[in-house]
């Protein structure tokens, strides 16, 4: 079983609507979880991070976490051209703060 | 703009030469790493330095050299490097506690001939 796995997509949502990114994560140590957004290109940016069960929100993007299921998701609601990008979920392995590993992206398009 | 920045932005050497990328961040955090990156896939961690001291190495050939010559800077070396070493280098720094999230620098292209 891969450590962080995604759908690598591409996940084709019109505009206006919500997008759906998912993962799932092999360590039951995880504690700390971060979502990415890739341009291609460039490095990642950091777009949510969550650390404990349940929603958290800010501004188009929410971020669940349910640490029983080993899953994390993203939704990203009125979608946006500009949202068109690869998404990267990134969780901390092994117990450690500093052993990130990423998932391999899910490609977002947003049809106009 | 990111408060990351890594020099230089591109990079072609030939396998028998030897180069270093540099990354520097001044928000003062306490943990550096290396990740590269091949097309279409996710980062790879490579190295990790807190505190100065090295405190991951993912078994990375030893032709990469990592350095850490004091808190806001982050050095790799490069030597014999073979053509499918060319990716994307990412530096990113952290706080390096408990849920601090990884702020990236713009990346060294490099290409390997």
């Known amino acids: 079983q891969k450590e962080v796995e995604q759908n690598s997509g591409p996940l084709s949502v019109p505009e206006g609507a919500i997008a759906s990114l998912n993962c799932t994560y092999s360590?039951?140590?995880?504690?700390?979880f971060f979502w990415y957004r890739q341009y291609s290109g460039k490095s990642p940016e950091l777009i949510m991070s969550?650390?404990?069960?349940g929603d958290k929100e800010d501004g188009r993007f929410t971020a669940q976490l349910n640490k029983a299921s080993q899953y994390v998701s993203l939704l990203i609601r009125d979608s946006q051209p500009s949202d068109s990008a690869t998404y990267l979920c990134?969780?901390?392995?092994?117990?450690?703060?500093?052993?990130?590993?990423f998932g391999k992206g899910t490609r977002l398009h947003i049809l106009p | 703009d990111t408060e990351v920045t890594q020099t230089p932005k591109h990079l072609v050497m030939g396998m028998t030469n030897k180069k270093s990328l540099k990354c520097e961040q001044h928000?003062?955090?306490?943990?550096m790493y290396w990740y590269k990156q091949k097309a279409k896939k996710p980062p790879e961690l490579m190295f990790v330095?807190?505190?100065?001291?090295?405190?991951i190495n993912e078994s990375v050939p030893s032709r990469f050299s990592p350095e850490c010559p004091n808190s806001s800077l982050l050095n790799l070396h490069l030597h014999a490097l073979q053509p499918e070493d060319s990716a994307l280098y990412l530096c990113?720094?952290?706080?390096?506690?408990?849920?601090?999230?990884?702020?990236f620098g713009n990346g060294t292209r490099l290409t390997v001939t």
């Open positions: 990113a720094s952290s706080l390096g506690q408990l849920n601090s999230p990884l702020h």
């Open positions: 360590d039951r140590g995880s504690q700390s």
């Open positions: 969550i650390y404990s069960n």
């Open positions: 990134a969780v901390n392995r092994e117990n450690r703060d500093d052993k990130i590993i």
């Open positions: 928000m003062g955090h306490r943990a």
């Open positions: 330095y807190s505190y100065e001291k090295l405190s």
